[in-house]
C-alpha cells in the first residue's frame, strides 16, 4: 500500500538551531517526493521536490531534503531556523500527479 | 501566490444544504485537483480533472461531485451537508496530467463549516 509516514507531530526548537523532519515512504516504484508547508491559515506553499538525479535537493527559504532510497526516507533540513519557519509541513510522495500526504509535522520555535 | 484562486474563502451553511466551491487554476495549467483536509482525516485526495474530463477519483463521497468547465475552472459541489464535511478544501493545479511530474500548485483553501 502506498504511505507517507512523518513520525513526529509536534517538534519545538530554537530559533538558530538546525532542524530535521522526517518523513518515510512506501511505494511501489521510485516515487516523486514534496514537502510542502503550511502556516496557519494558509494554504500549501511547495518548499521543494524530488524527481530524480541529485538525491540532495534545494528548495526555498533555505530548506533542503535528501532522498536515501535504501531507507526510503525523504527529510527535510534547515541548518538555522527562523522564528517564521513556524508552520505545519507535510511531506507527500506521488508517481501519476495524484498526492498522497502524510499527517504532517508541526513546528513550532521559541526566540 | 500560487496562482490558483479559490472561492469562497469561508463558508458557514446549516446540516443538509449544498454548497458550491469554485477554483481558478493557474495561467496554463490543465489539470485540476481537489483535496479535502480534515482534523481526522488529514489531507485526501477527492478527485482531479484533465482539461475538462474526469481524470481520478479518491476519497470522494457520492453526495460530492466536481467538474471542469471549458475555461478550465473547476467547482466542487457538495449536497447533504453533514457536520462532518466542515473541513478545509483545497483546489491545486498543474500543467499536465500525465504523470510526469508535473509540479502541483495548491490554492489558499475554502472553509466550511457546517452547522
Known amino acids: 500500500a502506498q504511505s507517507v509516514t512523518q513520525p513526529d507531530i509536534h517538534i519545538t526548537v530554537s530559533e538558530g538551531a538546525s532542524l530535521e523532519l522526517r518523513c518515510n515512504y512506501s511505494?511501489?516504484?521510485?516515487?516523486?517526493l514534496f514537502w510542502y508547508v503550511q502556516s496557519p491559515g494558509q494554504g500549501l506553499q511547495l518548499l521543494l521536490k524530488?524527481?530524480?538525479?541529485?538525491?540532495l535537493v534545494q528548495g526555498i527559504k533555505g530548506f533542503e531534503a535528501e532522498f536515501k532510497r535504501s531507507q526510503s526516507s525523504f527529510n527535510l533540513r534547515k541548518p538555522s531556523v527562523h522564528w517564521s519557519d513556524a508552520a505545519e509541513y507535510f511531506c507527500?510522495?506521488?508517481?501519476?500527479?495524484?498526492?498522497?500526504f502524510g499527517t504532517g509535522t508541526r513546528l513550532q520555535v521559541f526566540p | 501566490d500560487s496562482g490558483v484562486t479559490q472561492t469562497p474563502k469561508h463558508l458557514i451553511t446549516a446540516t443538509g444544504q449544498r454548497v458550491t466551491l469554485r477554483c481558478s487554476p493557474r495561467?496554463?495549467?490543465?489539470?485540476v485537483y481537489w483535496y479535502q483536509q480534515s482534523l481526522d482525516q488529514g489531507l485526501q485526495f477527492l478527485i482531479q480533472?484533465?482539461?475538462?474530463?474526469?481524470?481520478a477519483k479518491g476519497n470522494i463521497l457520492e453526495r460530492f461531485s466536481a467538474q471542469q468547465f471549458p475555461d478550465l475552472h473547476s467547482e466542487l459541489n457538495l449536497s447533504s451537508l453533514e457536520l462532518g464535511d466542515s473541513a478545509l478544501y483545497f483546489c491545486?493545479?498543474?500543467?499536465?496530467?500525465?504523470?510526469?511530474?508535473?509540479?502541483?500548485?495548491f490554492g489558499e483553501g475554502s472553509w466550511l463549516t457546517v452547522v
Open positions: 491545486a493545479s498543474s500543467f499536465s496530467g500525465t504523470g510526469s511530474g508535473n509540479t502541483i500548485y
Open positions: 511505494y511501489g516504484a521510485t516515487p516523486y
Open positions: 524530488y524527481f530524480s538525479g541529485d538525491t
Open positions: 507527500a510522495v506521488g508517481r501519476t500527479d495524484k498526492l498522497i
Open positions: 495561467s496554463g495549467d490543465l489539470s
Open positions: 480533472y484533465y482539461n475538462g474530463e474526469e481524470r
